[in-house]
């Protein structure tokens, strides 16, 4: 196999409770790139669909992963990469996660699968941190495993997969404004009160807990983020008032993705996340703000060969 192309899917990251360590797969949004083989010696970005990104491999995120890989490996042909961007890049879903995670996947597929998964994880970091100025994969981690994932550690890394209950699904609004993940970050605290820092990881403890044993109630009781969401929702038009929306609609419980601008609702069943939809459909449509919708069933898969 000389050539192949791929689904590289958009993902939730943080998910509330979890910064920086929980993320989950998305089913219906993504990108699609073709890597192939070619006898020029190292990584060439070829095509660029949907947004205007660089092709120096080393400025562009999937070029950069790329490289990390290309460096790890000996073989005497390069790769070409063509990258079909559906994901807005800023969106707050991951975009440049799946930029990061389908290079080195695809590449890895022609290789014949020298490198597991966590392995692909650390390459994709590389790529990452160019666009969030530090290096962390809760984005990059569901991306390659698919459902949720949670990073126990960085340096060895480690990545737990967290089963994703049948009837969980996901809506989610993308406003079409663009927050730079460096940005969100650079507004957070260096230091917590020790009271939210307890609140946060019994949280955090209850939802893993949940998503293990399909407890939708306690799903909904442990999205909660008292330490993030206080100041990034500042950065969101409306956030506030499509919280409300979406839980008096019935949503188990809502939060920032990411760094925003994107923002997610989990429900159970594919019914209440269509009404958590048209519930914040009526917000935004009274605002001069354009947005996406999107709902999707949590993507098992992850990254995946077309």
């Known amino acids: 196999?000389?050539?192949?192309?791929?689904?590289?899917?958009?993902?939730?990251?943080?998910?509330?409770?979890?910064?920086?360590?929980?993320?989950?797969?998305?089913?219906?949004?993504?990108?699609?790139?073709?890597?192939?083989?070619?006898?020029?010696?190292?990584?060439?970005?070829?095509?660029?669909?949907?947004?205007?990104?660089?092709?120096?491999?080393?400025?562009?995120?999937?070029?950069?992963?790329?490289?990390?890989?290309?460096?790890?490996?000996?073989?005497?042909?390069?790769?070409?990469?063509?990258?079909?961007?559906?994901?807005?890049?800023?969106?707050?879903?991951?975009?440049?996660?799946?930029?990061?995670?389908?290079?080195?996947?695809?590449?890895?597929?022609?290789?014949?699968?020298?490198f597991n998964k966590t392995q692909l994880t650390a390459f994709a970091i590389k790529g990452e941190a160019l666009a969030s100025k530090c290096e962390h994969a809760d984005n990059l981690a569901p991306a390659l495993f698919g459902g949720f994932t949670l990073v126990k550690s960085l340096t060895p890394l480690e990545i737990l997969e967290i089963p994703s209950p049948n009837e969980l699904y996901v809506t989610i609004i993308h406003p079409q404004i663009e927050i730079k993940t460096s940005e969100a970050r650079a507004i957070l605290p260096k230091e917590v009160p020790l009271q939210d820092a307890i609140a946060q990881w019994a949280n955090l403890g209850s939802l893993v807990h949940a998503l293990h044993t399909s407890d939708y109630n306690l799903i909904q009781n442990s999205l909660h983020d008292v330490i993030v969401e206080p100041y990034r929702s500042t950065l969101i038009p409306h956030?506030?008032?499509?919280?409300?929306?979406?839980?008096?609609?019935?949503?188990?419980?809502?939060?920032?993705?990411?760094?925003?601008?994107?923002?997610?609702?989990?429900?159970?069943?594919l019914e209440a996340a269509n009404s958590v939809k048209e519930a914040i459909e009526k917000v935004y449509s009274r605002t001069n703000i354009l947005f996406d919708m999107h709902v999707s069933k949590i993507n098992v898969e992850g990254v995946k060969i077309l």
Do not use: Q
């Open 239 to 269: 956030y506030n008032e499509v919280k409300k929306a979406a839980l008096k609609a019935g949503a188990l419980g809502t939060g920032i993705s990411g760094s925003g601008p994107s923002i997610f609702s989990l429900s159970k069943g």
């Open 1 to 114: 196999m000389n050539e192949i192309k791929i689904f590289s899917p958009a993902t939730v990251a943080n998910v509330s409770c979890g910064f920086d360590v929980l993320g989950f797969c998305l089913d219906s949004v993504g990108d699609e790139m073709v890597i192939r083989k070619t006898d020029k010696k190292g990584i060439h970005i070829t095509k660029i669909e949907g947004f205007d990104l660089p092709y120096e491999p080393e400025l562009n995120v999937a070029g950069v992963s790329a490289l990390a890989m290309y460096e790890a490996i000996d073989v005497d042909f390069g790769f070409e990469i063509e990258i079909y961007k559906n994901i807005k890049p800023g969106s707050g879903i991951g975009s440049s996660a799946a930029s990061a995670v389908g290079s080195v996947f695809g590449m890895n597929e022609l290789l014949g699968k020298p």
